[in-house]
């Protein structure tokens, strides 16, 4: 059975920075392309960016490019996402799902606000 467990989110003012991480486990993680989607409330969901199942390729919306960063860890079934330069638009619940572009299982989710 798939398990993502993000966490990681929190209060931040415009700006800052969190770094989310999602541990996965019940399936081979370093053969799947993982991603982050984020879902704002009272909107859908917004695929944020994937990664490739070793990390060679990485790919971002253009909202968050330059400001945040995926990657992995194999070793430690572990999926990153640095966050930069925060903004208010970017409070939502994120999640990590399988598949470059959040098409997969997810988690449960953790999150985001970003205010002062």
């Known amino acids: 059975e798939v398990q993502l467990v993000e966490s990681g989110g929190g209060l931040v003012q415009p700006g800052g920075s969190l770094r989310l991480s999602c541990a996965a486990s019940g399936f081979t993680f370093g053969s799947y392309d993982m991603s982050w989607v984020r879902q704002a409330p009272g909107k859908g969901p917004e695929w944020v960016t994937g990664?490739?199942?070793?990390?060679?390729?990485?790919y971002y919306a253009d909202s968050v490019k330059g400001r945040f960063t995926i990657s992995r860890d194999n070793a430690e079934n572990t999926l990153y996402l640095q966050m930069n330069s925060l903004k208010p638009e970017d409070t939502a619940v994120y999640y990590c799902a399988t598949g470059a572009y959040g098409v997969g299982s997810r988690g449960q989710g953790t999150q985001v606000t970003v205010s002062s």
């Open positions: 990664i490739t199942r070793g990390g060679g390729r990485t």
